[in-house]
């Protein structure tokens, strides 16, 4: 069993920051891969990163490529997401996700941080 803890969000103003934290429990987080995921409200949560075991691969959504960065630290068990030009449209709940397999079927989510942008 894998338990995520997401940390990190608040309210930014527009061209702001933040970098939110995903911290993992147990001993095999290096043989996770991981995402980021978000849902605004009133619409469907969406992929926003991921992250193979190792950090050598990741991935973005086109509307993030460029100002945001994934990365992980194996030994610290925690992934990071580094958040830079942020925008209205970035507002949303942020949850991390794990899995043992493959990034189109994610087996553990944490709890969501909220991350509001303001205009």
């Known amino acids: 069993q894998v338990q995520l803890v997401e940390s990190g969000g608040g309210l930014v103003q527009t061209g702001g920051s933040l970098r939110l934290y995903c911290a993992a429990s147990?001993?095999?987080?290096?043989?996770?891969?991981m995402g980021w995921f978000r849902q605004a409200p009133g619409k469907e949560r969406e992929f926003v990163a991921g992250i193979g075991r190792s950090g050598g691969t990741t991935y973005y959504a086109d509307s993030v490529k460029g100002r945001f960065t994934i990365s992980r630290d194996n030994g610290k068990n925690t992934v990071y997401l580094r958040m830079n030009s942020l925008e209205p449209e970035d507002t949303a709940v942020y949850y991390c996700a794990a899995t043992w397999v493959t990034m189109a079927s994610y087996d553990y989510w944490g709890q969501g941080t909220q991350v509001i942008v303001s205009s």
């Open positions: 147990g001993r095999s987080f290096s043989r996770l891969d």
